[in-house]
């Protein structure tokens, strides 16, 4: 009989096994895979954000890296980077990165992939809310070195374009996760969302600290909602069949 068999096997357990710390142990060894995931996705992230936030907060004249980072980016400006950096920067604006999470969501849609669509519309609604929000509440200027060949008029931090373009890629390595095309979006993804980066500090809208704020808002953003939301199995993605998890609450949401 099962349910025999399970209280033998429980009985026999050891006092370790049956100890809080033998629990702990048991916990950790389980779900270290999660626990580092909350700690290098999210943990680490906010942390970096915060320590970023509240020197813009309390201290005007920001971080003495940010300027001459700035300066040094912009000594390499000519009439055809200007140009080159101009249209590249669209890229990251989330009203062109809209259309591809249209496209993206649709796909879902079509699928019936009703956690990943989920997931993909809160991400992506939650991120845009956040950097209005923060804009609204930390009142950066933006730098104001030199005409800008772009010019941007609200305020700075963090980075909306660093945020979207960070969302944006990140949203695309959970759906794919377990894919080959996973490492494809995180190598041609990185190299996008350091050009977007690029083209923020050229064309002199955004310090250095908007940036990587940005980016950091954004990753832990879309980690934490994944990790709610769940949006694939492990052995399924946006490009295979739809797996039951996808149509389904979890077990403890049932």
């Given at each position: 009989?099962?349910?025999?068999?399970?209280?033998?096997?429980?009985?026999?357990?050891?006092?370790?096994?049956?100890?809080?710390?033998?629990?702990?142990?048991?916990?950790?060894?389980?779900?270290?895979?999660?626990?580092?995931?909350?700690?290098?996705?999210?943990?680490?992230?906010?942390?970096?954000?915060?320590l970023?936030?509240?020197?813009?907060?309390?201290?005007?004249?920001?971080?003495?890296?940010?300027?001459?980072?700035?300066?040094?980016?912009?000594?390499?400006?000519?009439?055809?980077?200007?140009?080159?950096?101009?249209?590249?920067?669209?890229?990251?604006?989330?009203w062109?990165?809209?259309?591809?999470?249209?496209?993206?969501?649709?796909?879902?849609?079509?699928?019936?992939?009703?956690?990943?669509l989920?997931?993909?519309?809160?991400?992506?609604?939650?991120?845009?809310?956040?950097?209005?929000?923060?804009?609204?509440?930390?009142?950066?200027?933006?730098?104001?070195?030199?005409?800008?060949?772009?010019?941007?008029?609200?305020?700075?931090?963090?980075?909306?374009?660093?945020?979207?373009?960070?969302?944006?890629?990140?949203?695309?390595?959970v759906?794919?996760?377990?894919?080959?095309?996973?490492?494809?979006?995180?190598?041609?993804?990185?190299?996008?969302?350091?050009?977007?980066?690029?083209?923020?500090?050229?064309?002199?809208?955004?310090?250095?600290?908007?940036?990587?704020?940005?980016?950091?808002?954004?990753i832990?953003?879309?980690?934490?909602?994944?990790?709610?939301?769940?949006?694939?199995?492990?052995?399924?993605?946006?490009?295979?069949?739809?797996?039951?998890?996808?149509?389904?609450?979890?077990?403890?949401?049932?």
């Amino acid at each position: 009989m099962p349910e025999l068999e399970k209280v033998n096997n429980e009985n026999q357990q050891t006092p370790k096994q049956r100890s809080p710390i033998g629990f702990v142990q048991k916990l950790l060894i389980t779900y270290w895979r999660s626990l580092l995931l909350l700690f290098v996705g999210i943990y680490l992230p906010l942390q970096i954000f915060g320590l970023l936030a509240l020197e813009v907060r309390y201290n005007e004249g920001g971080f003495p890296w940010d300027l001459p980072i700035l300066v040094k980016v912009h000594s390499l400006a000519q009439p055809q980077l200007d140009v080159f950096a101009t249209i590249l920067t669209k890229l990251g604006s989330f009203w062109t990165v809209l259309p591809i999470l249209s496209a993206i969501a649709l796909i879902l849609l079509v699928q019936r992939r009703w956690r990943s669509l989920t997931y993909l519309l809160i991400t992506a609604a939650g991120s845009a809310t956040i950097n209005r929000t923060a804009k609204e509440f930390w009142h950066r200027l933006r730098p104001d070195l030199w005409t800008s060949a772009a010019p941007e008029f609200d305020y700075s931090f963090p980075s909306g374009h660093a945020m979207t373009s960070m969302t944006l890629i990140a949203l695309l390595v959970v759906l794919t996760w377990g894919s080959v095309w996973c490492w494809l979006t995180v190598i041609l993804g990185s190299v996008y969302i350091l050009a977007i980066g690029w083209t923020r500090l050229y064309l002199g809208v955004h310090f250095p600290s908007d940036i990587i704020a940005g980016w950091m808002v954004a990753i832990a953003w879309a980690i934490g909602v994944s990790l709610i939301i769940r949006p694939l199995s492990q052995s399924a993605n946006i490009t295979s069949e739809k797996p039951v998890s996808e149509t389904k609450l979890l077990p403890e949401e049932q």
